[in-house]
């Protein structure tokens, strides 16, 4: 069921010297140079380099490979040994209490830096955690959370340092990004004179990322889903949290839930 | 930094007996009762009753967030005896090798089941592992993950027993989950004469679970990025996965990238 496979041969096949990887157009999260591997953090440098042979290429993508799969065989039997039930209880069914909507910032793994286990948190990840009304994506999330699996709380966890935030203060053209990104551009727009007046750069950057993450929780208040919920069970609570990498610490932005709903329904009252 | 606050007393205020729990329109993952408690899986019936005083559930409200931010002093303590520059590393920047792109359900931790850790995989969790092509959302992360991050390996993961192709493979209105949920609809109407010859129902739900993470990886391979990076890198290659939540184990779906690349591409070559 689980058996490694080779990396295909069509793909071995094809592997040929390239030319040296394309600059980035933006540096997503920083410019520091990636400090020596520990068995804690994964290389920043990862193994690749233009000048690596193609033979070498293909054993690293397969080891690459591998690696997860070992890994995955290790903690499923790790699970049985702690929990013979394990599996048994785990294919049962879920019934969450958390919905998280974060970063898919690969150093914001938020079953790890909460401690919750399979079947306690319903996921959503995406770029800087937003949650735009038009998007169908994250909108069925947040419906099938609530109106299904009744979730308690629903979390929008943002982090200092995001490149999404970055970029979306950059004078630049991303492409494709560019309207995910704008999003976070009228958050700005919304705190345009509290964020003019901090003039250190790195600062104002994680104050946007609280601010968009207050706007983001402002987004899941305005649906129809959370107001009826709320308004016939006293659940879900919404709440907004920053992740400092600097220490692995969550701060509480202390959102007041019912406080913020009463503002938000002047407008966009959809319990009638 | 991260100080747990109380529930806000605005919330308490408003805290007052509660009529029954709606009853879901569809059971999302089993109708099978909830197994007792262990200290491995939470509960399925989690902590809430129409029953329960409204005290009481104020008291697991503020339970359920004290939880995680103990949780989480627990985890960066932890990080930092086991290795004191692990925060120091963490905040310098993230190079993950890895693209997830997995469902939302709670019973599906990626890292945890892949044993990645901090700054090793960039994640995209949805309902169902959907790569829709006018999806902003997904179509970012996409984006991003091959022109700005560089990943190896893009990995599809579904999962047995998905509750959202099971709500795909019923007769029912789910309201704004319809539209996403028919990209699942599309994929059984692609493999119509294959499903159709499968009598058990059960069995019917899980290749459709499989023969989805395939189409995604379709999706994946027909955008420009993944062409063009790989014309030119030989990298990223896509990976189609299925979790099997009975036994904890990934099975691979030996999707030959190179092959369904070369069919794509007689109709949506990108790389001219």
Redesign the interface.
Known sequence: ?????L??S??L????P??A??S?????????P??AS?????P?????SSKMP?SD?AK??QA??D??????????AE??V??P??????????????LWIGC??????A?????????????????AN?VPNT???????V???V????V??IIVCGHY?C??VKAALTPQDL???N??LRNIRDVYRLYETELDAIEDAEKRCDRVVELNVHEQCRNIIKTAAVQQSYA????P?V?GWVF?????????L?I????VLGQIQKIYNLTG
Chains 1, 2 share one sequence.
């Open positions: 069921m689980c058996k490694p496979r990396i295909p069509s793909v096949r094809h592997i040929k390239r030319p990887a394309p980035p157009r933006f540096t997503p999260l920083s410019t520091t990636a400090p520990t068995t804690q953090i994964r920043l440098a990862s193994w690749w193609p290429v690293h993508l690459d490979h690696h997860i799969f070992e890994n995955n065989r290790k903690w499923a699970q049985k702690k929990n039930a394990f599996f048994d209880k785990l294919s049962s069914g879920q019934e969450p209490d958390y898919s910032d690969s150093r914001v793994p079953e790890q830096i909460t401690g919750l286990g399979p079947g306690e948190c319903f996921i959503h990840r995406n770029i937003m998007d169908l994506n994250v909108m069925s999330v419906n099938y959370a109106n299904h699996l009744h308690k709380h340092g490149g999404g492409g494709i990004l309207p995910w016939q069970n006293q659940y609570i709440h400092d990498m600097k220490d692995g610490l969550l701060k509480d202390n007041d839930f019912v406080k």
